[in-house]
Structures are given as structure tokens and as C-alpha cells.
């Protein structure tokens, strides 16, 4: 027997649209044990209830598809799952689910696959690499396709540890594939340009600590500004979180959870985005996380 701890990440940091995500604490936790005959699952918090105990589980169809790389079959198992990481909230709980299949099975079989392999198989299984990157590597992960090749270039970078991010979850969902269907398929080249730039100056703030450089640098002309309309009172929560003292804030992923960055006033910081957000209507808690810095990793029971 053996657990896997897997960690939410948020998805883009504003700028850093579909090739930047960076881990956070906060977990999902799977448990894995042998058994005689059959396939067992258990669901404890977040979506309990809701999430499927068969083989249509994601995190055993991402077992399953680690196990068909080998050419082997699974062998019977009991999955018990305790998520911390609320669903559809664009904080990665399906990239958390299928990194702790691929890392369990990987375990199972003997830890036989490549770390890049693994990447490869997440990113197959999620369609994007932004939040699997980060969950199952750790830290801040830059990710680009290779071009002409099949997969991505990955580099991780270690998150600086005088910040924390301070996410607030509003009670409704977003579907990544209605927030997918918000962008257009073509954008203004002046667009791009600026968002370039305003991506190189987040890696360089954070690189060099310049953290008066955030707030521009999370900047974006990308992705938010066409999400805006499926997140009610998003630009009331990004302005109330800057002037609590957020050194920076961005739709965390899709959304329609808000992500700010701060190196104090976290709980104030907090509060004021649960106000704005209370402004229009909607109900939410807020998080004050610290960036995860190990990744997905084994827990021997």
C-alpha cells in the first residue's frame, strides 16, 4: 500500500497563457492497495458524490492508460481518494487526477517510465500541459510543443517561497471547454506583442525578485479579457485585491477561481476579493496557499 499527494496548481499567472503553471499547497491524495479480485474505489471530499467508482474514473483511466504504454494489464486494485482540490474551479483538479494515476501506476510497475514519458502521458490525457506540468513536477513549469516533434519542452523553475498565493473560489463552476470556446481563433498582432512582453517580465520578476513588476507583468490581452463575461464581477475582484495589497492577480486557469500573489496581507487580500465577489451576488471562500515546490510524490504507508 501507498499514497500519492498530488498538488492543485493554478494555470496561465495572466500572461503566461496554455505554457505557464505554477503548484500550490493544496492536495488530493490517493491511496492504492493490491486486493484479491476486482477494481474498488473510494471518494472522500471534494466530489464525493459526484465522481464516478468505476472504470470511467479518471484517475483509474489514467492508471489504465500508463499500464497499456507497457503493454501489461492493471492488476486488482482499491483506489481511496481524498481530494482537497475543488472541482471545475480552475485550480487543476482533473490534472491532479490524472497525475496521480500515471505516478501510481508508474509505482506499481516499478517506476520503469521516463519522467518525460510521464509528462508526455498526462499532457496526452489532459490535452494541455499548463496544470499537468506543474502537478506532477512542482514549482513554476514553462511548457512549449517541440514543433515538428510530438511533446513538449518542459523547464521548471523553484518557486519563490517569499510569496503565496491567495485564491478565491467562487460556489459556481466553469467548464474548461466553455471557457475554451470564449477565445477567437484569431487575435490582433499588437495583442500578442503584448503579451509577450508582459510574460518575459513575469519570468524576470520572479527570477530576480522585482515584485513591485507583477502587477504588469500578470497583464494580459490573451485570454481574460474574452472570459470575463462567464465570471461575474471578476474585474471589481481583481481591483479590490490590488488595493488590499496583492502584488498581482489572474484568473487562475479557465476559472472561475481568482489567484492573487502576495508576500503579506494575505488574509486581507482574502477578504476583499470574497467582498467583491459577495457585490455581485456570488458566494466564495478564499485560500491563502503556499507554491509548491516537490510535486507529485510517494508516500509509503
Known amino acids: 500500500m501507498f499514497r500519492v499527494q498530488v498538488p492543485a496548481t493554478t494555470a496561465n499567472i495572466g500572461s503566461g497563457f496554455d505554457c505557464l503553471g505554477l503548484a500550490l499547497d493544496l492536495y488530493n491524495t490517493l491511496e492504492v492497495e493490491e486486493i484479491g479480485e476486482g477494481l ?21 483511466r489514467s492508471l489504465l492508460r500508463t499500464y497499456q504504454e507497457l503493454g501489461i494489464t492493471p492488476p486488482p486494485l482499491r483506489l481511496k481518494m481524498t481530494n482537497e482540490i475543488p472541482l471545475a474551479r480552475g485550480l487543476g483538479s482533473s490534472a491532479a487526477a490524472i497525475v496521480a494515476g500515471i505516478v501510481a501506476a508508474n509505482q506499481l510497475t516499478g517506476q520503469t517510465i521516463p519522467r518525460e514519458r510521464l509528462l508526455d502521458l498526462a499532457v496526452e490525457v489532459e490535452g494541455h500541459p499548463d496544470n499537468v506540468t506543474p502537478a506532477l513536477l512542482g514549482g513554476l513549469v514553462i511548457s512549449a510543443p517541440k514543433g515538428d516533434k510530438a511533446g513538449y519542452h518542459c523547464l521548471r523553475l523553484e518557486p519563490p517561497q517569499e510569496l503565496q498565493a491567495v485564491v478565491c473560489i467562487p460556489e459556481f463552476r466553469v467548464v474548461t471547454e466553455d471557457a475554451r470556446r470564449s477565445l477567437p481563433e484569431q487575435i490582433p498582432h499588437a495583442d500578442a506583442v503584448f503579451n509577450i512582453g508582459r510574460v518575459s517580465l513575469l519570468l524576470g520578476a520572479i527570477v530576480s525578485k522585482r515584485w513591485d513588476l507583477l502587477s504588469a507583468a500578470m497583464e494580459d490581452k490573451l485570454h481574460q479579457p474574452y472570459r470575463r463575461h462567464l465570471v461575474p464581477g471578476l474585474e471589481g475582484v481583481f481591483a479590490q485585491a490590488m488595493e488590499a495589497g496583492a502584488l498581482g492577480v489572474a484568473l487562475s486557469g479557465s476559472g472561475p477561481s481568482v489567484a492573487a500573489l502576495v508576500n503579506c496581507k494575505a488574509t486581507t487580500v482574502g477578504m476583499a476579493m470574497e467582498e467583491a465577489f459577495g457585490r455581485a451576488n456570488i458566494k466564495s471562500r478564499s485560500l491563502a496557499l503556499g507554491l509548491n515546490s516537490p510535486g507529485a510524490k510517494i508516500i509509503k504507508v
Open 40 to 60: 474498488e474505489i473510494q471518494v472522500f471530499g471534494e466530489g464525493a458524490g459526484e465522481l464516478p467508482h468505476s472504470k470511467e474514473n479518471l484517475v483509474y
